[in-house]
């Protein structure tokens, strides 16, 4: 099947990693929480789907648009 990034809609730093491989989520589940600009951004799921790959640590810095997982 098609596989779709998720990914960071800002700069920022990775503060907690919510969803492992593996993992079934729907459109709208956070699997990401970034903090960006002070604030904790959640990144979620952009369709229903399992989790593949999740391609960032927790303290890592990620750049905008990078991608932070992907969704089988």
Same mark, same amino acid.
């Given at each position: 099947?098609?596989i ?6 800002? /700069?920022?730093?990775? %503060?907690? $990693? %919510?969803?492992? /491989? =593996?993992?079934?989520? &729907?459109? =709208?589940?956070? $699997? !990401?929480? %970034? ?10 799921? /952009? ?9 960032v ?8 648009? &990078?991608? %932070?997982?992907? !969704?089988?």
């Amino acid at each position: 099947g098609d596989i779709t990034a998720v990914q960071a809609q800002m /700069p920022g730093l990775v %503060l907690k $990693i %919510l969803a492992k /491989p =593996g993992d079934k989520v &729907q459109s =709208g589940t956070a $699997i !990401i929480v %970034l903090e960006a600009m002070k604030m904790e951004v959640t990144v979620a799921a /952009p369709r229903d789907g399992t989790v593949k790959e999740i391609l960032v640590t927790e303290g890592e810095h990620v750049a905008n648009h &990078q991608d %932070l997982a992907t !969704i089988a």
